[in-house]
């Protein structure tokens, strides 16, 4: 699956170097278009001289970057790790109903997802004393499961009705 992003303005001085810049526009893209679990990292710049990593421009002035470019002021991207970003995030190591913590502040569940009705056996306090071997279920955010980083994200606006919660169930 190829992804298209409409082009992004990030802020930059010409003297500046490009690993600042290209960090800056990580940071824009990856908020609005991936989950914080599964970030992409590795970028593409294609410029006249041909494609060229992000890492490998990383000491470069923007400007020498700007002088090699087929249109003015405007860096072609490619995303570049579509294999390594689903193996990564320490976060997938943590029990689902566990990975609150280690969302950032701004990875918040929308007022438009619908909170979902909870199926017979969800006890919403687990502290409870259970019968042995009685199956329940934990409320966990939606949010919680990156799913491939790219379509359970805080700014997902389709399909038009977006789950807040998904019951586990846990034995």
């Known amino acids: 699956v190829t992804e298209q992003w409409p082009p992004?303005?990030?802020?930059?001085?010409?003297?500046?170097?490009f690993d600042r810049v290209a960090q800056r526009f990580?940071?824009?893209?990856?908020?609005?278009?991936?989950h914080p679990f599964l970030p992409s990292l590795r970028f593409d710049a294609i410029l006249k001289?041909?494609?060229?990593?992000?890492?490998?421009?990383?000491?470069?002035?923007?400007?020498?970057?700007?002088?090699?470019?087929?249109?003015?002021?405007?860096?072609?991207?490619?995303l570049n790790d579509i294999m390594e970003v689903y193996t990564q995030s320490p976060a997938l190591?943590?029990?689902?109903?566990?990975?609150?913590?280690?969302?950032?502040?701004?990875?918040?569940?929308?007022?438009?997802?619908?909170e979902p009705i909870p199926p017979p056996g969800y006890i919403e306090h687990p502290s409870m004393p259970l019968e042995?071997?009685?199956?329940?279920?934990?409320?966990?955010?939606?949010l919680h499961f990156p799913g491939r980083g790219q379509h359970i994200v805080a700014?997902?606006?389709?399909?038009?009705i977006i789950s807040r919660s998904i019951f586990v169930p846990v034995e």
């Open 8 to 17: 992004q303005t990030i802020a930059g001085a010409p003297s500046e170097i």
């Open 26 to 34: 990580r940071v824009q893209v990856n908020r609005e278009y991936r």
């Open 49 to 78: 001289s041909g494609r060229v990593s992000f890492n490998e421009l990383a000491d470069r002035p923007l400007v020498d970057i700007l002088a090699d470019l087929t249109e003015e002021r405007v860096v072609p991207y490619d």
């Open 93 to 114: 190591f943590l029990p689902h109903w566990e990975r609150g913590c280690a969302l950032p502040e701004w990875c918040t569940t929308p007022d438009h997802w619908i």
């Open 132 to 142: 042995r071997k009685m199956p329940y279920y934990k409320k966990v955010p939606t």
């Open 155 to 160: 700014s997902a606006k389709r399909p038009d």
